[in-house]
């Protein structure tokens, strides 16, 4: 599952990974109507990092890619939590993050002509969350920025107790 799918612009990679059905869930209906229109063979569901709507423990992963840009620490929990719930036995997570310390404006997504606000998570406090949720740390890493990049960037891989 492709966690705040927002377009849909993941799915080729991941099928061409082998993933297949892919869902992706995103609480965008604007989003989601421009992943169907591009890619009518996903499988494109409304719902939010806090609400997903799968079944329990019916996820074989939860790719999550920096899409918990936009939770505050009780929605990173809730997120964590929901994520926890849906994957399967065994079943890994992937989140990559903007990380840090500093809250920032963005520069490519707005709202009704104002910056969103792009939170950036230190991986601790990412690490803590899906810990906290139940979930297994198998690796978490933070770079520093890239030329052009504003922030830098976490990721963080977790799975589910078989």
Known sequence: MDAGCGTGRLL???RGCGLDPVIGVDPSAGMLAHARSMHPEGEWRDGSLEHLPLADASACGVLGWYSMI????DGLAAAARECARVLAPGAPL???FHSGAADAPSRHLAVDGEPLVVRALPVPVVVAALVSAGLELVASG???????????QGMVIARRAR
Not at 70 to 73: A, I, P, R, S, V
């Open 12 to 14: 080729p990679f991941l």
């Open 70 to 73: 936009h939770l505050d620490g």
């Open 94 to 96: 992937l989140w990559g």
């Open 142 to 152: 933070r770079r520093e920025p890239r030329p052009g990049e504003r922030a830098a």
